[in-house]
């Protein structure tokens, strides 16, 4: 299993098609962190504010790495265990999550304009924060890539299934206040916000439960089924 774990970490960052798919996605926080920067009033300048925008960005790309760890389960010679592929995307999720708090403080640091009377409000916890945000997204990938078979429609369903549930909780009044237990989105507002309460740690771990342990556990049940061959 030591080694099984080893050779998915390897493979997480370790071919050059990924490692441009890190560069392109930690390219893509600094450009946002600097127009972001630009384009708001002084108020709005905050380590909490930045790390919003561009950590949210951001995020939309970590479950490509999840997804491709997946499919180099899939093609495997031999019969892989599915735990070490779901822990081996935990290593780019916190490279993005580390580097993107490093972007958005250094932007922050830098600015030449005026900013909030106290930038730095809640750093810690958003930066903590911004690492678990890429974590969930990079297990919901790795989930969706055990269920989907195909790269394109499970990157996309990473998209589609969390903002659309939670658009559809948010379409009603009476379903809206379960946003933040059931959906991705609604946890990472409260995370890289920095105003954590033990009802939103409780909240995003009802987030993680779903869609890290639970999603990854109904697609190792569906990847064995399939695996499993069929006798008459």
Do not use: K, Y
Not at 5 to 11: K, T
Not at 45 to 57: G, I, K, N, P, W
Not at 73 to 91: D, F, G, Q
Not at 216 to 227: E, I, T
Request: aromatic fraction near 6%; glycine fraction near 10%.
């Amino acid at each position: 299993m030591d080694e099984t774990i080893r050779d998915a970490l390897r493979c997480s960052l370790g071919t050059p098609a990924r490692r441009w798919l890190l560069a392109g996605t930690l390219v893509a926080g600094l450009l946002a962190a600097v127009a972001s920067v630009a384009a708001a009033t002084p108020a709005d300048r905050t380590f909490a504010e930045l790390s919003d925008t561009v950590q949210s960005l951001m995020s939309v790309a970590t479950p490509l790495f999840g997804i491709l760890l997946v499919r180099d389960l899939r093609r495997a010679s031999v019969r892989v265990p599915v735990l070490p592929t779901v822990l081996a995307v935990v290593l780019p999720a916190v490279v993005v999550g580390v580097v993107g708090v490093l972007i958005c403080a250094a932007t922050l640091a830098l600015t030449p304009a005026d900013v909030a009377d106290d930038p730095w409000r809640f750093a810690g916890t958003v930066a903590v924060g911004s690492v678990l945000v890429h974590i969930v997204a990079g297990l919901v990938g790795t989930g969706l890539g055990l269920l989907l078979r195909s790269v394109v429609v499970a990157f996309l369903a990473t998209i589609v299934l969390p903002l659309g549930l939670f658009a559809l909780l948010g379409a009603v009044d009476a379903l809206r206040p379960a946003q933040p237990w059931l959906t991705p989105f609604g946890s990472v507002r409260n995370l890289l916000s920095g105003e954590m309460s033990a009802l939103r740690w409780a909240q995003w771990l009802c987030v993680l439960l779903i869609w890290g342990v639970g999603l990854n556990a109904g697609g190792a049940a569906v990847l064995s089924h399939r695996d499993r061959p069929t006798g008459r």
